[in-house]
C-alpha cells in the first residue's frame, strides 16, 4: 500500500511539473530555449484594464531574450498600440500598432530588474501601463 502511495504521489508531482506554466520558467534564469507568450488585454468603454497571461496578473511579466511576445485585445474591436517609453526590448520602432487584432515581437533586449514600461492604447480611448522585465 506504501509503494502505491508513493507511486501515485510521484505520477502527480511529475504531472504538475509538465503543466506547469512556461511564465514561471521565464522567471527564474534564462538561456534555455526560448518561448512564446500571449498576452491578453482586456478593454471595457475602449479602455485597457489589465493585460494578462494565461489568466494571471502580466503588469510586470518576466521574458527572456529570443522570447516572443503576441498581445491580443478582447472587449474592444478599436485598433490599439503598445509604445515602449525608456528603451525599447526588440529590433525595430517603440511604438506598434495592431495588425488584424495582433501585435508581435521578439525580444531583444538588455536585462535588468526595472525592466521596460511601455503603454497599451486604444484608438480614441484610454491607456495602461505595464512592464517587461528580461531576465539574465
Not at 488584424?100 to 484610454?126: C, F, L, M, R, S
Amino acid at each position: 500500500m506504501k509503494i502505491t502511495t508513493i507511486f501515485f504521489a510521484s505520477i502527480l508531482f511529475l504531472a504538475g511539473a509538465l503543466v506547469t506554466d512556461s511564465q514561471s520558467l521565464a522567471q527564474g534564469a534564462c538561456g534555455g530555449e526560448s518561448n512564446s507568450y500571449k498576452l491578453i488585454i482586456h478593454a471595457s468603454d475602449n479602455r485597457p484594464t489589465r493585460v494578462t497571461h494565461q489568466g494571471q496578473d502580466a503588469n510586470n511579466f518576466p521574458v527572456c531574450n529570443g522570447d516572443a511576445i503576441e498581445w491580443q485585445i478582447v472587449g474592444s474591436a478599436k485598433q490599439y498600440w503598445v509604445n515602449f517609453i525608456d528603451g525599447v526590448p526588440f529590433n525595430g520602432s517603440g511604438k506598434q500598432n495592431s495588425r488584424n487584432g495582433k501585435i508581435n515581437v521578439v525580444i531583444d533586449g538588455t536585462a535588468g530588474p526595472e525592466g521596460y514600461k511601455y503603454d497599451i492604447g486604444i484608438v480614441d480611448g484610454g491607456v495602461l501601463d505595464p512592464r517587461i522585465i528580461i531576465g539574465k
